[in-house]
């Protein structure tokens, strides 16, 4: 049976069946509801889109309540445990998981696009010496654009592939180099010997040493938050991607918009704040008067709570466990013993309870990040990379969907109409 919904509008009297499909009604449906042929048809007001779909996808399911996340059907929880960061993003691109020569195929192909041209560092050295690695990554993304020019063809699949094996595998590069430049070190070449983490972190923290090899459990620590991070469905920086992006723009231009969405305080900076947060608070004994403080409303609890989960967020659970095995090799941050008395006491407690309030992916991270030696500015850099696979995937599916369309929200016109123009000539005269 054909589900629908019957709308009677109060201003004519007249009565409209509107089909309902995948439970959502299309808004061009309700553009027919028109008091007459003159003025525009019935619209929808959803600033921030939180109850408008805007694409199919089949890339990343998450069931708020419940507490799942899956990618393309794969619980986060086993391919955290299980898998890594290139073969989840191989999972993302390309909707299944590789066979052993595919995967091999895959790998090859990132460690060996690793490298940016020579101008990318002229360029980068060019940033003033305190640049945000953020700003840095950014632009520098976008400028990819210029030097693979046949990226403009984003009909041709091969061609395609090849900007997403590109992209994947000089964000590493780029973010490593914005990281030294903030520090005035010198630029870390790729490391192909390594893996695709082992060798971020190679770039980032090289010095004289011939080789770099990070202790194997920071690098499956790190290649576990990339998992993590690697795609969250519509979020701001995907949803800014595929805006971009239904221009028919090249992909480096595209996810350019998105890391520039990230980089905005609401999106990739709560983990930043939740840091802020634990110092404040200094030790267990402050506990009591900060919660206190919360649930007056003065102020909110940095790295808990969600728009979409409910219950818990999956990968706060994944990430706390990641935080030991780092503090094994690293020695346990202080904070680490604030964070979790305070999650023990706000989970105990009526407000926190009620409103279902729960530690988010970022209650956690920033403390592993710290524990890395990574300053602040970093984090938003780190979930840069692991979302490319994500944004990419997106991306693909969206070049390939023929119901997309240029993106061209409507509006709700507030402003003054048919003024008559004076010259400025005799309005200052
Ligand atoms: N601390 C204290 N109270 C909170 C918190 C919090 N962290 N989050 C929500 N509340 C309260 C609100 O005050 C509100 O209470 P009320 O009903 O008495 O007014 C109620 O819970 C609902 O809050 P909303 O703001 O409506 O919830 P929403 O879903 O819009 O917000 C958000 C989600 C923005 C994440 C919010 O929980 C928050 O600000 N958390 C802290 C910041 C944070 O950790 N952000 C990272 C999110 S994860 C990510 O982006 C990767």
């Known amino acids: 049976m054909t589900e629908s919904l019957t709308v009677r509008d109060n201003r004519t009297g007249q009565e409209y069946d509107v089909p309902i499909t995948d439970g959502t009604i299309r808004a061009a449906d309700l553009g027919k509801i028109k008091t007459d042929d003159e003025t525009p048809g019935l619209a929808v007001y959803d600033p921030g889109f939180v109850n408008t779909a805007s694409c199919r996808s089949s890339v990343t399911y998450i069931d708020g309540d419940k507490g799942i996340l899956e990618y393309r059907g794969y619980p986060i929880e086993q391919l955290a445990e299980h898998s890594s960061f290139l073969e989840v993003a191989y999972l993302l691109i390309h909707g299944h998981l590789p066979s052993e020569e595919e995967h091999d195929a ?4 990132i460690t060996y696009h690793t490298f940016v041209h020579e101008n990318v560092k002229t360029f980068m050295q060019g940033f003033r010496y305190d640049a945000h690695p953020m700003g840095m990554l950014m632009a520098s993304t976008g400028a990819l654009s210029t030097f693979y020019p046949e990226s403009r063809d984003i009909s041709d699949e091969q061609n395609r592939h090849m900007q997403m094996v590109r992209m994947i595998a000089k964000m590493p590069t780029l973010g490593a180099w914005a990281f030294r430049h ?11 010997d390594l893996s695709y983490t082992g060798n971020f972190l190679s770039m980032l923290f090289k010095m004289s040493e011939s080789k770099f090899e990070a202790d194997p459990r920071l690098v499956k620590a790190l290649d576990t938050l990339f998992i993590l991070h690697a795609d969250h469905e519509q979020n701001c920086s995907t949803n800014a991607v595929r805006s971009v992006g239904s221009s028919q723009v090249d992909p480096y231009s ?15 900076g709560a983990n930043e704040a939740v840091l ?12 009591p008067a900060f919660i206190e403080g919360v649930k007056a409303g003065n102020e909110r ?16 659970t994944i990430i706390k466990k990641a935080c030991d095995d780092v503090f094994e090799v690293t020695g346990v941050n202080p904070l680490l013993e604030i964070a979790k008395e305070l999650e023990k006491i706000a989970l ?8 279902k309030l729960y530690p988010n992916v970022d209650f956690y991270s920033g403390l592993i990040y710290e524990a890395f030696q990574f300053p602040p500015e970093m984090f938003t850099v780190l979930f840069a990379i692991g979302r490319t696979p994500g ?3 997106q991306w693909s599916e969206l070049v390939t969907d023929k119901e997309q369309k240029i993106a061209r929200p ?3 016109y507030t402003g003054d109409r048919t003024l008559q123009f004076t010259p400025a000539s005799q309005r200052w005269a």
Do not use: C, T
């Open 410 to 412: 409507k509006q709700i």
């Open 391 to 393: 944004w990419l995937a």
């Open 348 to 355: 105990e407690d009526e407000y926190f309870v009620k409103r």
């Open 106 to 109: 895959w790998v090859h192909e």
């Open 254 to 268: 595209a996810v350019a918009a998105g890391v520039g969405a990230l980089y905005g305080p609401l999106h990739g």
């Open 276 to 287: 802020r947060m634990l110092k404040r608070i200094g030790s267990k004994e402050n506990i």
């Open 301 to 316: 609890l940095m790295g808990f709570g969600h728009r979409v989960y409910k219950n818990f967020d999956p990968r706060a």
């Open 182 to 192: 903030a520090q005035g070190k010198p630029y870390v070449y790729p490391d192909n």
